[in-house]
C-alpha cells in the first residue's frame, strides 16, 4: 500500500469572495476550512500539512483541537506555488506521493479521497494522477514523490498545472461518478449555488 500524503492550501485572500474570508464560511454546521479538514483526517491519508497565510490568526482559530500540521507561508501574496512549496518541504514522514488539496471544495468527501489514492496505487511511482468528472479535470491531485523532489529542488515556480503539461506522458486520470472533484467556491454565487444544491 502506498504512502500518501497531503498538503493543503488554505494561504490565500479569497478575493473573489468580497470581503469575507472563504475559509470561514459555513458548510454542514462549521467552517470551510474545518469541513475540508475533518474530511482529510477521516481519509487513508498518512500525513497532513496545512499551509497558512491571510489572516493568519483567524484562519488558524478555525482548526483549533484538530491534530494537523500547519505552517505559515509568509509570501503567499506571490502565488498559489509558493504555498505548495513551503507544504512540501513541511512534509516529515516519507510517502511515495503528495496529494495537493484545495481548501474550497466542499463536496470532498473522504470516500473521493479513498478512491484517488487507491487508483493512485495502481499506477507507477513516477505518476501524476488527476481526477476528471465528465472529462473535466478537478482536484485534489496526486504527485509522485519524484516531483516533490524536483519542486523543491529548486523549481518553485514549475506550479503544478506546468508540472502536468510538461509531463503528459506520466499523467493519468481517474473519471470519478460525482462531480465533487470540480465543484470550488470563489465567489458569492459560486457559495449560495452550493447551498441550493443541498
Sequence with gaps: MNRISAVLLAAGESRRMGEINKLEMNVDGVSLLRHTVNTLLAS??????????????????????????????????????????????????????????????????????????????????????????????????????????LILNGQRNLGCKRVIKKNPDVVTTIEMDTNHVIVDIDTPQDYATFQQSL
Design 44 to 149: 487513508q491519508l498518512q500525513e497532513l500539512v496545512v499551509v497558512l497565510g491571510y489572516q493568519v490568526d483567524k484562519v488558524r482559530f478555525l482548526l483549533e483541537g484538530l491534530p494537523v500540521k500547519i505552517v505559515l507561508n509568509d509570501i503567499y501574496h506571490e502565488g498559489q506555488m509558493t504555498s505548495v512549496h513551503r507544504g512540501l518541504e513541511s512534509l516529515s514522514q516519507s510517502c511515495d506521493g503528495v496529494m495537493i488539496c484545495l481548501s474550497d471544495q466542499p463536496l470532498i468527501q473522504s470516500s473521493d479521497i479513498n478512491i484517488i489514492i487507491d487508483a493512485f496505487e495502481k499506477q507507477n511511482q513516477e505518476s501524476i494522477l488527476v481526477p476528471t468528472h465528465q472529462g473535466k479535470r478537478g482536484n485534489p491531485i496526486i504527485l509522485s514523490h519524484k516531483y516533490k523532489d
